[in-house]
């Protein structure tokens, strides 16, 4: 099936202290995704990109639809204790009426007061 | 608010059992998805159903049926439990559409002793 290589693994960082994060595949999906999961929940889904190029805002995240279809970014500004949790991107293919994606491995954040 | 329901958060079960997992969405989707979640694995699919008493395979079916009798409910059942299907499980639903974002249940935690 299809990749999606997702980094770093983890982070550890201080509050307050910005993060980067990143999805790269090997093939063009025509949909970006980032989820957000809390310890002992679901996935929740942050931000959706669906043009290259496309920069997208929520708040102290922000996420790129990176141009050659193949990649895309999530930062999250001057970090807070409640960002604790693993990030997902997600990927989808055009006529997926199903909805399928493609998930990520998953970055683990941790901030540290 | 969209609501994703899944009949368990954890479950003990011993090899050779036959275990279902119940999932219950009241949004009237079309789309749900069985997803389990390893560290280091993300999110890996296993069937989804896109209509009463349709299923497709996702990326690991094997070890796992489902069943989808009504608009609902999607119930993932192991045949027979092995310790390697100790994980996580997600169910996921969204309306139909490849623009349609996934809510996700709270998980199932099943171990397999």
């Known amino acids: 099936g299809q990749q999606l290589n997702q980094s770093p693994q983890s982070m550890f960082i201080q509050e307050g202290e910005d993060v980067s994060m990143n999805c790269t595949s090997s093939?063009?999906?025509?949909?970006w995704l980032w989820y957000k999961q809390d310890p002992g929940e679901g996935p929740v889904l942050l931000i959706a990109?669906?043009?290259?190029?496309e920069l997208t805002s929520n708040g102290r995240l922000t996420a790129q639809f990176g141009i050659t279809r193949k990649d895309s970014f999530l930062n999250i500004s001057a970090s807070i204790p409640s960002d604790v949790g693993i990030y997902f991107c997600?990927?989808?293919?055009?006529?997926?009426?199903?909805?399928?994606?493609?998930f990520g491995d998953g970055t683990t954040l941790t901030v540290k007061p | 608010d969209v609501k994703v329901t899944q009949s368990s958060r954890y479950l003990v079960k011993r090899t050779g059992e036959k275990v279902f997992l119940e999932c219950v969405q009241d949004m009237d989707h079309e789309n749900m998805f069985w997803y389990r979640q390893d560290p280091g694995l993300g999110l890996r699919l296993i069937y989804f159903s896109y209509d009463v008493k349709m299923k497709e395979k996702g990326d690991i079916p094997e070890g796992y049926s489902v069943s989808r009798e009504k608009k609902e409910r999607f119930s993932l059942i192991l045949e027979s439990a092995s310790t390697n299907q100790t994980s996580m499980y997600l169910c996921?639903?969204?309306?139909?559409?490849?623009?349609?974002?996934?809510?996700f249940g709270p998980g199932t935690r099943l171990t397999v002793l």
């Open positions: 093939s063009i999906f025509n949909t």
């Open positions: 997600a990927g989808r293919y055009r006529n997926t009426n199903a909805g399928k994606s493609t």
């Open positions: 996921a639903s969204s309306l139909v559409g490849s623009f349609n974002e996934q809510f």
């Open positions: 990109l669906y043009k290259a190029g």
